[in-house]
């Protein structure tokens, strides 16, 4: 193999590794829960990532599920936000597809799947329904939104 082969074939192994990288959906989904759980705090992101000895990019990157949290990390943030550890993953469905699954380990099937539904969408949604005082009216609410849920499930 000629040295300009062996460049080539790095490039596109670098090109496999770090292109089109998307973060995982459950790093997505976390990170989701830590910025809820900072905001209800009233923190930023830089008041929490001086609390953890981090800069606010750090928190930022955590937050988009760019970078993922370390045990330890969520560990942490769990006592810096006063929140159980299993609040930064309640809500997460995990869905394993367990044919062929030798041992431990995940077989390439495997998927995961976080709840369509953004935590700060529910939350606006819960606080504006919240704010409907008439028995009556809440009850519509929820029977139209079944319905919008069913109609598009078909």
Not at 9 to 30: M, Y
Not at 50 to 78: C, D
């Amino acid at each position: 193999m000629e040295l300009g082969d062996k460049s080539e074939e790095r490039s596109d192994i670098a090109e496999l590794l770090f292109l089109n990288r998307k973060p995982h959906p459950i790093d997505t989904f976390v990170g989701e829960r830590v910025k809820h759980f900072r905001k209800r705090k009233k923190l930023t992101q830089t008041e929490l990532g001086n609390e953890l000895g981090l800069t606010f990019q750090q928190i930022q990157k955590y937050e988009k599920g760019s970078n993922r949290i370390g045990a330890s990390r969520i560990f942490l943030l769990a006592k810096l936000l006063e929140v159980p550890v299993y609040k930064f993953f309640e809500g997460l469905e995990l869905e394993l597809n367990v044919a062929d699954m030798g041992g431990f380990a995940e077989s390439p099937g495997a998927t995961y799947t976080a709840n369509p539904v953004r935590l700060e969408e529910r939350n606006e949604l819960m606080t504006a329904f919240t704010s409907v005082q008439d028995p009556a009216t809440r009850k519509r609410i929820i029977d139209l939104v079944k319905a919008i849920g069913e109609e598009a499930a078909q």
